[in-house]
């Protein structure tokens, strides 16, 4: 069965520091895979997408992520974090046959002044 | 347009009430979904139209009665709903897995 774990619920970070956000999939087939934030009360923004050819793909807001095929994950990074990244994030992985998306639990990400 | 339109973005409502839920996109996609998402947890998905026709029922209470109208519009009729039923309501609309767009969503309030 398809399915997406984020490992961490809660990371927080100082402004100004890397970042990564770790996610696996499980999915028989090559997956669809996509990074989302929501700030609080709003709807999802797709940060960034990955469907085939290179495994490092830019998003929007400076976000990258590199899929990796053997490790099952599909990891999302920033540089250098500002506050106004602070917010949840969801990875998910989509059914090609039906559009439907599966998403992992999710990882709220805290900046520090 | 590139945009999934939900109205109303809040709505409260009591459990004897029946109200509605819309969706609109000029994008061309032919799926739609709904999804229903509680307070610190991922969206859940509800209902799939595929070209304008029912595809997936993720089990969902018949007091939830969706509807698709035309290509662009994807209703969701609420009737003698739960106070348990309060959530974020997002519409999506894809083409296939490409091009996922979700709406803003409505804050629904059963009181």
């Known amino acids: 069965a398809q399915s997406v774990t984020q490992p961490d619920i809660h990371i927080t970070v100082s402004e100004g520091a890397s970042l990564e956000l770790r996610c696996n999939y499980s999915y028989g087939a090559t997956p669809y895979l996509f990074w989302y934030v929501q700030s609080p009360g709003q709807g999802l923004q797709l940060l960034l997408k990955?469907?085939?050819?290179?495994?490092l793909v830019q998003g929007i807001k400076g976000f990258e992520a590199e899929f990796k095929r053997s490790q099952s994950s599909f990891n999302l990074r920033k540089p250098s974090v500002h506050w106004s990244d602070a917010a949840e994030y969801f990875c998910?992985?989509?059914?090609?046959?039906?559009?439907?998306?599966?998403f992992g639990q999710g990882t709220t990400l805290q900046v520090k002044p | 347009d590139t945009e999934v339109t939900q109205t109303p973005k809040h709505l409260v409502m009591g459990m004897t009430n029946k109200k509605s839920l819309k969706c609109e996109q000029h994008m061309g996609h032919r799926a739609m979904y709904w999804y229903k998402q509680k307070a610190k947890k991922p969206p859940e998905l509800m209902f799939v139209y595929s070209y304008e026709k029912l595809s997936i029922n993720e089990s969902v209470p018949s007091r939830f009665s969706p509807e698709c109208p035309n290509s662009s519009l994807l209703n969701l009729h609420l009737h003698a709903l739960q106070p348990e039923d309060s959530a974020l309501y997002l519409c999506?609309?894809?083409?296939?897995?490409?091009?996922?767009?979700f709406g803003s969503g409505t804050r629904l309030t059963v009181v």
């Open positions: 998910a992985v989509g059914s090609g046959n039906t559009g439907k998306l599966i």
């Open positions: 999506a609309s894809s083409q296939g897995s490409v091009g996922y767009t």
């Open positions: 990955y469907f085939s050819g290179d495994t």
